[in-house]
């Protein structure tokens, strides 16, 4: 199994980016997707979350301005991130909680992270 985190860039204060995070390989189930991100000097923090019953969760910075969803068929994430602030500058990682077929544990899987870079 693998996670493809893709979608970032450079973007001005207030733009908007969309990032993707796709699994691919021998996926039976995709439990919970999540968002975490790296800014320069700081810890990885998590930014949200969205599980197969359709929950979403938010980190209160990014609540109001961030979306998660998903596409079950596509087993892929995504996060539009709106009204971005030089202080979301930071590389994105996205996690996912995943079953392979014929194996009755769960996982958790890493992408490789993508940079988010606001600034004027």
């Known amino acids: 199994v693998q996670l493809q985190a893709s979608g970032g860039g450079l973007v001005q204060p207030g733009g908007s980016l969309r990032l993707s995070c796709a699994a691919s390989g021998s996926v039976f189930s995709l439990y919970v997707m999540r968002w975490y991100r790296q800014a320069p000097g700081k810890q990885r923090e998590w930014v949200a979350d969205?599980?197969?019953?359709?929950?979403?969760n938010y980190a209160d910075s990014v609540k109001g301005r961030f979306t998660i969803s998903r596409d079950n068929a596509k087993n892929t994430a995504y996060l539009q991130m709106s009204g971005l602030k030089p202080e979301d500058t930071a590389v994105y990682y996205c996690s996912a909680r995943i079953r392979v077929y014929g194996d009755n544990s769960w996982a958790t899987y890493w992408g490789q992270g993508t940079l988010v870079t606001v600034s004027s």
């Open positions: 969205i599980f197969l019953s359709g929950t979403l």
